[in-house]
């Protein structure tokens, strides 16, 4: 099974389990890293705010504008940023790091 390595704010670093085709946000979720996924995927919100290693970001599917238009307004947007209810599982993501930020804004509220 391909893992991926969550990094939360407090430096502490999960190892956890990941399933193909399953998004960061669905396997976040599912071993209780607190990433909030407000509108659970639907690219309404920017809670599910993630940072990717540099060395990994290349690695992950181009941005798409919606995509790129709800992270403009991630608090802490980096070079790095990604929303992670859009990125899927796959095997050459095997090892991913990510880092959750200090905090995130939910405008749905
Ligand atoms: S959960 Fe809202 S955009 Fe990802």
Redesign the pocket.
Known sequence: MPKIIFIKPNGIEHEVEAPLGK?L?DIAQANNIE???????????????VIVKDNWFDCLKPIKEE?SD?LDLAYGLTRYSR????ILMSEDLDGLVVSLPLETHNL?I
């Open positions: 998004s946000l990433i909030e996924g407000a509108c659970e995927g639907s690219l309404a919100c920017s809670t599910c705010h995509e709800m929303l992670c209810c859009q749905m």
